[in-house]
C-alpha cells in the first residue's frame, strides 16, 4: 500500500523521478513504472489504496492519462497535492487544490519548496523514517557536512585583511568573516578586507558574515548593536549572513522563538541574501532543555538553511555537548524536512568528529590561525610548534609547493599547511557521514583504540 501517488505525464517523467527519490527517504511512493499486469487495473488498485497523490501539473497535464488518474484520485477522497511545473493553466476541472510552486525548482533536495512538499505531505502521512541528512545545501553550492575557515581580528596570527589574503591564496571554500571587524576596523584595514572579500568570492568562494557580537564581546564593546550590523551587510558582498543575535533570550520558550524570528526578519531587510537564525539559552540545565524545542520551533516558523547554536552553549565538556546536540536532532528529526544545524566557533577536529555525528552539519573555527595542527594525530599544537610537525604525514602536490616557496613567511606557512589539512578532513568528512561511517571516522580522527571505548564515553552517539 503505497504513502503517495505520483501523477504526471509522460514528458514530464525525469521531474517525478526527482520528486519521488526525495519523498522515498521517509514515505513509500508509488510510480507507474512499477507496474506488473494490466495497466488500468493496477493504477486503479494504486490510487485507490494510496493515502494522498501528488500531481504534477504542466502544459501535458491535460492529457486524458493525467486527468483520467485525477479523476480517480477525486472519486477516491484523496488529498491532491499539485506541483506547478511551468506558466499553463491547470488541468480542467481540477484546478481548485492547493498547488506548490515548482516552477524555479532544478532538482535542489533543500529547496524551499521541496521543504513545503514535505511539510504537506507529513501532515497527512506521518514520515515512516527521520528526514535524510541532507548532502548539499544553497542550490547545491555548499557541501555538507562542512568547516567555514573564520577570520577575526581577536587573538589570531593575523589581521582580516592578511588572514583573508591567505584563504585566497589557499582557495579555501568557504569562510566565515565578523561583521564587527567590517565595521570597526581603520579605514584601510576595512578596505583591504572588502577587497580580499571581493576577490574571494569572484574566484567561487562561499561568504558567510557573522553578527559581530563575539569579537564585541570579547572587546568588551558595548555599543554594538543591529545599526553596526547593517552598516556591515550593505557595504560588503556575502552569500549568507547570521542574524544580529539576541543574547540574553527570553526564558519563555515561544517569546525565544518569537526573539530570533524577529532578529531574522529585522536584519532581512539589509541584504537579499538568506540571512540565518542563531539560538541561545541559559547556560544552566533549564536552558539546555529548553534548547531542542526552541532550535524546531525556529525551524518550523523560518525553514532557514541553518541554525546556529554556540559550541560552548551545548554544555560544560564534550560528553554533554554531544548528548546535548543528539537532543537538538533527535527533536528536529520530527520534522517531515531535514533541518541542517550550524556549530559555531567549533575548529577542533576531535569536537567536529564528535558532534557530526551527534546530529551538526556545518561549523566555524579560528583554529586554522591560532594553532599548529599535527596532521598524522589530528591534534592542536602552539602556533610556534610548527616545525615539530610539517614533515608529517602525506603530502600533497600543494604542501610541496609551499614548501618550494622561500617568499612565504612562518605564520603564512602554518596557515597554508593548517589550510590543507582542513581541505582533506572536509573531503573525508563528508564521504564516511555519507557512508554512515560516522564512528569510524570518530575513531580515527580521536585515535581511540576501539569502538568499544568511544561507545563507553558517548553512549547516545555511538551505539
Known sequence: ?????????????????????????????????????????????????????????????????????????????????????????????????????????????????????????????????????LEAIHEGQLPIPNVFM?????????????????????????????????????DEERKKIVKEIQDYRSQGGFVLIDSGNYEADRMEDKDWTPSHFKEALLGTPHDWAFCFDEMKPSKNIEKAIEEVVQAVKRDSEYTQAPVLPIVHVSQDEAGLKRLPQIVRGVSERLRPQIIAIAERELGAGMVLRARTMKKVRTELDK??????????????????????????????????????????????????????????????????????????????????????????FGVMMRSMIATKEAELFAIGITRMSTARELRKLFPEIFS
Not at 596570527?157 to 585566497?168: G, H, K, M, Y
Not at 610548527?386 to 604525514?393: E, L, Y
Open 150 to 186: 573564520s577570520v577575526s581580528s581577536h587573538e589570531t596570527q593575523f589581521t582580516p585583511a592578511e588572514a583573508l589574503s591567505v584563504l585566497n591564496a589557499h582557495k579555501t571554500g568557504s569562510i566565515l568573516v565578523s561583521a564587527y571587524d567590517l565595521v570597526k576596523s581603520e
Open 1 to 133: 500500500m503505497p504513502d503517495v501517488y505520483l501523477i504526471y505525464a509522460k514528458e514530464n517523467r525525469d521531474t517525478a523521478v526527482k520528486v519521488r527519490d526525495l519523498l522515498s527517504s521517509s514515505w513509500n511512493v508509488w510510480l507507474d513504472d512499477r507496474v506488473v499486469g494490466d495497466f488500468g487495473t493496477i493504477i486503479k488498485e494504486k490510487i485507490q489504496s494510496s493515502k494522498c497523490v501528488v500531481a504534477l501539473y504542466s502544459s501535458f497535464a491535460s492529457k486524458p492519462a493525467v486527468t483520467g488518474e485525477l479523476s480517480l484520485a477525486v472519486k477516491y477522497d484523496k488529498k491532491v497535492i499539485p506541483l506547478i511545473l511551468d506558466d499553463s493553466d491547470p488541468p480542467y476541472p481540477y484546478g481548485h487544490f492547493s498547488y506548490i510552486d515548482f516552477r524555479a525548482w532544478k532538482g535542489d533536495v533543500a529547496a524551499e519548496e521541496v521543504k513545503i512538499l514535505q511539510i504537506k505531505v507529513g501532515e497527512i502521512i506521518e514520515p515512516q523514517s527521520p528526514p535524510s541528512r
Open 335 to 424: 520534522l517531515s524536512y531535514y533541518q541542517p544545524i550550524h556549530l559555531l566557533g567549533t575548529g577542533n577536529p576531535w569536537s567536529i568528529a564528535v558532534l557530526v555525528a551527534a546530529g551538526a552539519d556545518t561549523f566555524d573555527g579560528l583554529e586554522w590561525c591560532r594553532f599548529s595542527i599535527d596532521r598524522e594525530e589530528n591534534r592542536l599544537h602552539h602556533f610556534q610548534h610548527f616545525d615539530f610537525f610539517r614533515k608529517s604525514g602525506d603530502r600533497t602536490p600543494f604542501l610541496n609547493m609551499v614548501d618550494a616557496a622561500p617568499d612565504i613567511k612562518y605564520a603564512g606557512r602554518v596557515a597554508l599547511y593548517n589550510l590543507e589539512y582542513y581541505k582533506e
